[in-house]
């Protein structure tokens, strides 16, 4: 490359008119919705109703935009990402630490999902990495910090697969008050056990969600449908879904409810929120059901509640250690209680599947998809969870002579003031600037720019004791 790591090329953006409105009008994470997969189909792979007058963008290096795809990512994002000229290499697992730090040492960008974990340690060796697409919800697996100050931008899907995890709660909560596994797994092995002991309808009795956010209040509508009475515990005081009520305690919650459930994220405070405490405090033969993350609940302390009667069931969809890929691992050498878990009765061990449909992952391979290729092409951050959010309308075939100039730094007093001295010399058309924490991102169009002035303002930039990453698209 001509220059210093962390400048990419840049490849033509093909945009769609209901696009470029929608990126008008956004200005909030929160405005951004799943794309329904017919929307899908035409978004940046060639869509009928192109922008004609959208400014091609040119590359800035020449070589190819490298993208490493982990964890079997749905096909509708590698051919988002493959459709734009982009070198893509999908793997259908994710990879050991030393094999990731291979790979990542050459990729531009990187999709993963909730295996893959791109540690401080990992992020260090990706010199050219200027992207992360978390093809899910969750972020946790990503240190956000260290990657947005070294201006890599990190973005996820925030709420495709919510549904998919509140209708397998709901298929839970269902299967565990009538001990529907065992008795399929009886009669599997031969076993006639007609039994109606302990088993219950789930109508009038209390489901406790634990963490009120997308899955939460999704799962709390459905419940109700189904004649469940819903509390709920959450750190944000939120509005109620239907005839549901918040609960001031984690306690209160768990001395209440026939059925508790976690939808928190995975951070410090919830780390065993349910551990021995907490399951002496929920009703005797009550249930409790974690699709969260595996840190949540203290396993150990459940094996024991189960056992000794207090818990009358539980599904776990999650666990502290998961497996890269597909196969037989799950055994005491991955979690030490493993095989103790396996024995108990009621017990559903799904594995990690609670956004596992065709839907979710369709939805979720064409958001972040899209997002990815916004962000290389464009410079575009609406959506990322580590950097502030900043958009500007794309340049057009009137605008032949500009640069957008993309300057990620410290946030630190008078960076504004030199970065406008560099410009100075052109005009700048537009121009917008946010920070979140120590970082801040600067975007600006800049016009009277011909190809031979780029690599100045490129070097100027990046000799600025603030500068993180400069990018220059033209
Ligand atoms: N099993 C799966 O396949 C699967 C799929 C999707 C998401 N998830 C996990 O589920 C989690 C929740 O997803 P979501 O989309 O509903 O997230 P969300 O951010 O919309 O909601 C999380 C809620 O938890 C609350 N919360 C945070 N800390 C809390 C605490 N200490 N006590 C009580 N409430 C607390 C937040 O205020 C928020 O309302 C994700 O972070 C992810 O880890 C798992
Ligand atoms: O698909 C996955 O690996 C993760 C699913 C889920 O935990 C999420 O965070 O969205």
């Not at 697996?141 to 709660?169: C, K, M, T, W």
């Not at 406008?420 to 537009?430: C, Q, S």
């Amino acid at each position: 490359m001509a220059f210093p790591a962390r400048h990419t090329n840049n490849y033509q953006s093909e945009l769609t008119l209901q696009q470029v409105s929608q990126r008008t009008l956004s200005t909030s994470p929160t405005s951004f919705h799943s794309p329904p997969s017919s929307y899908g189909a035409s978004a940046l792979t060639g869509g009928a109703i192109s922008l004609a007058n959208a400014k091609h963008l040119k590359p800035f290096a020449t070589e190819d935009i490298k993208v490493l795809l982990l964890e079997n990512v749905n096909q509708t994002g590698r051919d988002i990402l493959s459709n734009q000229g982009y070198q893509v290499e999908f793997l259908k697992s994710s990879l050991p630490e030393d094999q990731l730090i291979e790979k990542i040492r050459d990729v531009h960008v990187i999709g993963i999902r909730s295996k893959t974990k791109l540690t401080a340690r990992v992020l260090k060796e990706a010199r050219n990495l200027i992207v992360v697409g978390c093809f899910c919800i969750g972020t946790n697996q990503v240190d956000l910090q260290y990657a947005a100050d070294h201006g890599i931008a990190v973005f996820n899907s925030p709420f495709s697969n919510s549904r998919s995890v509140a209708e397998l709660v709901i298929a839970e909560i269902i299967a565990l008050a009538r001990q529907l596994c065992d008795r399929s797994n009886e009669l599997h092995n031969g076993t006639w056990n007609k039994v109606s002991s302990k088993c219950w309808e789930i109508r009038g009795k209390t489901l406790g969600i634990i963490g009120y956010g997308h899955i939460g209040s999704q799962l709390s509508v459905l419940a109700e449908a189904m004649g469940m009475s819903v509390i709920f515990y959450d750190v944000v005081n939120l509005m109620a879904m239907g005839t549901s009520r918040q609960v001031p305690t984690l306690q209160a919650l768990l001395e209440e409810s026939d059925f508790v459930t976690c939808h928190v994220p995975e951070l410090p405070e919830t780390k065993r929120m349910i551990g021995q405490q907490q399951l002496e405090q929920m009703k005797k033969g009550s249930y409790l059901i974690n699709a969260s993350r595996g840190s949540v609940v203290d396993i150990p302390a459940l094996i024991h509640a189960m056992r000794s009667g207090k818990i009358a069931g539980a599904a776990l969809d999650v666990y502290p250690n998961e497996p890269a890929g597909n196969g037989d691992y799950f055994n005491d050498s991955l979690n030490p209680w493993a095989s103790d878990l396996r024995s108990l009765k009621n017990l559903i061990l799904t594995p990690h599947i609670g956004g596992s449909t065709e839907e979710a992952q369709s939805a979720i391979g064409i958001e972040v998809g899209q997002n990815l290729v916004r962000y290389v092409n464009e410079g575009i951050t609406l959506g990322a969870v580590n950097l502030p959010e900043v958009n500007l309308r794309s340049l057009t075939m009137d605008e032949p002579d500009h640069a957008r100039v993309i300057f990620i730094h410290r946030n630190v007093p008078g960076v504004l003031r030199k970065v406008n001295e560099i410009l100075g010399d052109h005009n700048v058309d537009k121009q917008m600037t946010d920070s979140r924490g120590d970082v801040a991102y600067l975007m600006a169009d800049v016009s009277s720019v011909d190809t031979s002035m780029i690599k100045d303002l490129y070097e100027r930039l990046e000799s600025l004791s603030s500068r993180i990453m400069t990018r220059i698209l033209y």
